[in-house]
């Protein structure tokens, strides 16, 4: 099937290539001002008297959903068909760039035969909890991982001169009161764990927008934030798109111009356009400020202008196998043991699909799949592929292929489904291998709300009881846009596959993937914790109180936390299986430069040691053990996906920047790169560390200035300042040196800022004399 390319004749705006300056001269300020808001749903505000047409901006990311009606954003109206390729959480677990960057470019050949300038999206929220309703819309706990992965979406749908808006910016981490709640973040923790996945994608792909969240930020409304939209995103990471509100982000239109939010979506209907020329009236918004804005939407249409002028059809069986591929690579194999007591022991998968005997193919999923969540990035798939059918087509002839629903995909509260279990027992006992297959019910996650516990629904639980006491051949397939409770009971299955949400071709996905036509490559990118107990923000840091969230564990989310705090979890961060085995060596870690041109060369060589072509996923991990900051047990900063044939080593190298070994300084309140020895971590899971080296790194010269309400310690640190004190200290006589250097109470002394130590009786220097001093010393 090939669609026609169309769109409306507005859309595809077909007209005079528009220069933005030209037009930008000849508007007059409410001109310019009705351009800053929507004109319905979808669409910017054409002025037609001056050959500016309406451009359609809609969702996203994982598939297009385009109205070709009335607009909403909740994903309650129908859209036109479109490939659904698999959401963020599934795409993520394939830690795959090139693969991002086809699918990307897929989208932005959907886009383009429709008529459509920007794709929502992605979305490149951090998972701080597992919890969050719409985690299956983002792509991973760390900012690196998803960082590079949406550049990598962006660079392929703007390649098809398609634009993309990089959401939700930012610190949009739950969807309780998601419209409101502020979110209470310290500097460090905003910049290197939530901004920094927006920084990759903004410093390396250049998305044509960037949206707004709803929430806010420390108090102030991420809409209307300077710091945020002007400070942070243009003046530091240099981004030259336009920024647009989520659809219903705006607060205050007048203050959020002046901070940089250039475009409101979706229409105010004119309300707020008479707000913005009423501040400007009043003196409270410049003229300049709403040109500046005028001027991006300008810019915007002008580059959407030649693709919409131009639409394309697009190969709807050729991007259906590219989601297809899509979601091989994105499922995770978890475990996969051997089964049996005899020596000749084996793991249940692959199967052999020339003799797999009887397959117990049960549980309504892999007849009706959940392949995407809910809210305003649902698609209508141009087909959907279902693993029953899969599997059928693949077993029947060599063998048997009984299914057999064994739930309802109602909300499984009760626990059990009665005469639907009882059959799905009857259907595993005997059989040769039992594939399971549970999951979250679309009603469990959502855009709009979050979950509230992490368990799969009482009557799989109870389904998967009533199977093992038949047998314990059993293959868990599982389907959840983000991570549920796996133990205790995952460790009386013997093999477990991760399906998360693979789009509408994750049905033959999984099929190719059990029987072994292609080997399972991903990997997790979040951690599965064992209990919801266990994770960061359980408590009172999630979802917040009295209209506010209090990020209190810092930088430690995910593996950041786990792995400091040395906890069990199900499956670490990083973790998947394949059907082969690989060997990691050679590692040599070279350092580059110094200070703030610190780097790193990293170069290793990874073999497939099996007998099954497949992919390894190499991670390289940092760790700063000494700091003056509380960093994390290491962090990930490089990733490669290297496809491997049996036998075949391959050398893979990366080269890390000083960013990969600097943190924020609070203190400094810019990133540093603090001396000392780092260690390098090369491996298949954030705790499968294969190879490691410890570096020398000679980092800046982080000497802090003094001041005379520095602490008397920062003073003697300081090479300087601290002689010129001790000198000082020496004319009492000895009494207030000998404190200071007392071995049982100088710690003590040592703590008091120096100039409270200035006005005890006695004290050998005027406050005035010890300024002095500081300022020669910071000269
Ligand atoms: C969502 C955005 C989406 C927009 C338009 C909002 O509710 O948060 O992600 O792009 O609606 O549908």
């Known amino acids: 099937m090939t669609t026609d390319g169309a769109g409306s004749p507005t859309d595809r705006a077909q007209r005079a290539p528009l220069d933005p300056e030209a037009v930008l001269a000849a508007l007059s300020l409410e001109e310019q001002a009705r351009l800053l808001d929507g004109s319905d749903f979808w669409h910017t505000q054409p002025l037609d008297e001056h050959g500016v047409p309406a451009v359609m901006v809609t969702d996203g990311p994982h598939g297009l959903r385009k109205q070709p009606t009335d607009g909403d954003h909740l994903g309650l109206g129908g859209s036109v068909p479109a490939t659904c390729f698999p959401p963020a959480a599934g795409l993520a677990s394939s830690w795959d760039v090139d693969l991002l960057q086809r699918v990307g470019t897929a989208l932005g050949e959907e886009c383009r035969a429709e008529g459509v300038a920007v794709l929502l999206g992605p979305g490149v929220n951090m998972k701080r909890t597992p919890l969050c309703g719409r985690n299956f819309e ?5 900012p690196v991982l998803a960082g590079d992965l949406a550049a990598a979406l962006v660079r392929g749908v703007q390649s098809q001169g398609v ?8 610190a949009n981490n739950q969807e309780t009161h998601r419209m409101s709640v502020s979110a209470e973040v310290d500097e460090r923790t905003l910049r290197e764990v939530y901004l920094t996945a927006f920084e990759r994608v903004v410093r390396t792909a250049q998305p044509w927008t960037v949206m707004c969240s709803y929430n806010r930020i420390n108090g102030v409304y991420a809409s209307q934030d300077p710091w945020l939209l002007t ?3 243009r003046n530091e990471w240099g981004f030259e798109g336009l920024v647009v509100s989520d659809w219903g982000a705006v607060d205050d239109r007048p203050l959020g111009v002046a901070a940089g939010l250039d475009l409101e979506m979706p229409s105010s209907s004119g309300a707020s356009t008479a707000k913005v020329l009423a501040a400007v009236r009043e003196g409270r918004l410049s003229e300049a400020d709403v040109r500046t804005a005028a001027r991006r ?26 989601a297809r591929e899509a979601a091989q690579r994105s499922a995770v194999l978890l475990k996969n043991d051997p089964v049996g007591t005899s020596a000749g022991a084996a793991p249940l998968l692959p199967l052999d699909a020339a003799a797999a005997g009887v397959v117990a193919v049960v549980g309504e999923m892999a007849r009706t799949p959940r392949y995407q969540g809910a809210g305003s990035s649902q698609v209508v798939p141009t087909q959907l592929d279902d693993a029953l059918t899969a599997l059928r087509d693949d077993l029947e002839g060599t063998g048997e292929v009984r299914f057999a629903a064994g739930y309802s995909l109602d909300d499984g509260e009760q626990d059990d489904d009665g005469a639907l279990a009882d059959e799905a027992v009857a259907a595993a006992r005997g059989a040769d291998v039992v594939l399971l297959f549970l ?13 509230t516990h992490l368990d799969l629904p009482a009557s799989q639980l109870a389904l998967l009881d009533a199977v093992l006491e038949v047998t314990e051949r059993v293959v868990v397939v599982l389907s959840n846009g983000s991570a549920v409770r796996l133990h205790p009971w995952a460790d009386r299955v013997p093999a477990l596959l991760e399906g998360w949400l693979l789009g509408q071709a994750g049905g033959s996905a999984v099929a190719d993937l059990l029987v072994g036509r292609v080997s399972p490559s991903g990997r997790l990118a979040e951690t599965l914790p064992l209990r919801l107990e266990d994770t960061p923000a359980f408590g009172a840091g999630f979802p917040g109180e009295g209209g506010v969230v209090r990020y209190g564990e810092g930088v430690f989310i995910g593996y950041r936390w786990y792995d400091t705090r040395r906890a069990a979890v199900s499956f670490p961060f990083g973790h998947g299986l394949t059907y082969t085995t690989s060997a990691y060596d050679a590692l040599s870690v070279e350092v580059t430069g110094s200070g703030a041109d610190a780097g790193l060369r990293v170069a290793l060589t990874v073999t497939n040691t099996g007998s099954r072509a497949a992919a390894e996923v190499v991670q390289v991990y940092v760790a700063d053990p000494v700091a003056e900051v509380a960093r994390p047990d290491s962090e990930l900063k490089a990733f490669a996906r290297v496809e491997l044939e049996p036998g075949q080593s391959r050398a893979v190298s990366f080269e890390l920047d000083a960013r990969a070994l600097s943190y924020w300084s609070p203190v400094q309140r810019r990133w540093v790169v603090e001396g000392g020895a780092f260690e390098v971590r090369v491996g298949a899971s954030s705790r499968d560390v294969r190879l490691r080296e410890t570096v020398q790194v000679t980092g800046e010269d982080l000497t802090p200035p003094v001041a005379v309400d520095a602490e008397i310690s920062t003073w003697l640190d300081h090479p300087v300042a601290g002689p010129a004190l001790r000198s000082v200290l020496e004319r009492s006589g000895g009494g207030f040196a000998g404190m200071v250097d007392d071995p049982e109470h100088g710690a003590m002394f040592r703590a008091i800022p120096l100039v409270r130590m200035a006005r005890f009786p006695g004290f050998p220097a005027t406050e005035a004399e010890l300024a002095q001093i500081a300022e020669r010393a910071n000269a």
């Open 231 to 233: 400070r942070v995103l």
């Open 439 to 451: 999951g979250l019910p679309g009603s469990y996650e959502s855009e709009g709300f979050d979950r």
């Open 138 to 142: 983002y792509f991973s706990e760390d």
């Open 163 to 170: 634009g993309t808006s990089l959401k939700h910016f930012a």
């Open 297 to 322: 939407v300008l810019q915007l249409v002008a580059r959407a202008q030649p693709g919409l002028a131009e639409p394309r059809p697009y190969d709807a069986a050729a991007h259906h196998a590219l």
